[in-house]
């Protein structure tokens, strides 16, 4: 039986990934804003007894930090960490009160994950058993997108943050899995007022997701499609990129949608 820990938790893709794993037995720990969305979500789940609902922005890392020592006790060691809460806006560099949107961004996206993973480690080198610390990037992290700086920057970030985590950590038990999602149908992607192509249901993401992450896989694009999209991508010239994508779609500015 293994313990999970999910932030982002209440919706979308956090929200499936916790209903897959509970499925399987699974004890949790659930992380997000919203404690009666949590609250929720676990008495939907199987065996609910057994999971720990935690309300909690990850950018307060001593709530964050507090919510992870609980669940080690309450579940004596864990054994998968998703840190999935992220946000998403447009940005626009000229424009002033786009700033603040960019760090809080930053804030959620990366420094979030390194402080949802920093209070397992130590646990889960202890344990001597496999572990998977989890960060979830973005086929929107490969390159940069229009009006997309802040995310794209945020995903990318993530990417490469995992990546070194992952060398960091290679003589231990613990693998450093990037889970990079194309389009999947959540909360966040229903804003988007553009085509999604190869648009993925949340529990079709969550059971590949968890395929992948039980693998250890190091990096992984879902679905499918998206990682060829990704995998073009990152050969195209920047010349060729920028004529093709100058004219992209933009991601709505918060407060504009």
């Known amino acids: 039986m293994k313990r999970v820990f999910i ?48 309300a909690a922005d990850v950018t307060d890392h001593a709530a964050l930090r507090s919510a992870a020592q609980d669940f080690l006790a309450h579940a004596g060691g864990c054994d998968i960490v998703i840190a999935n809460a992220g946000i998403s806006h447009g940005t626009i560099t000229e424009l002033a009160e786009d700033l603040p949107v960019f760090e809080s961004i930053i804030a959620t996206n990366v420094t979030a994950t390194v402080a949802t993973f920093a209070p397992f480690v130590a646990a889960m080198r202890a344990q001597r058993s496999p572990a998977r610390l989890v960060g979830i990037a973005s086929v929107a992290g490969v390159r940069g997108l229009p009006g997309g700086g802040a995310y794209s920057a945020s995903k990318a970030a993530v990417r490469v943050y995992c990546e070194s985590l992952r060398v960091e950590l290679r003589s231990s038990a613990i693998k450093v899995v990037t889970i990079a999602p194309g389009y999947i149908d959540t909360p966040m992607t229903q804003q988007n007022k553009y085509p999604m192509p190869f648009l993925m249901q949340p529990a079709d993401f969550a059971a590949a997701a968890a395929r992948s992450i039980e693998r250890g896989d190091s990096y992984r694009v879902i679905p499918f499609g998206a990682g060829m999209i990704a995998r073009l991508l990152r050969v195209l010239p920047n010349w060729l990129y920028d004529r093709a994508f100058a004219k992209a779609p933009h991601k709505a500015r918060k407060g504009t949608i």
Do not use: K, V
């Open 7 to 54: 932030t982002g938790a209440s919706s979308g893709i956090g929200a499936a990934l916790a209903a897959h794993y509970a499925a399987q037995g699974c004890t949790l720990g659930l992380l997000g804003r919203r404690a009666g969305a949590l609250q929720a979500l676990a008495a939907t789940l199987p065996n609910p007894e057994r999971h720990r609902c935690y």
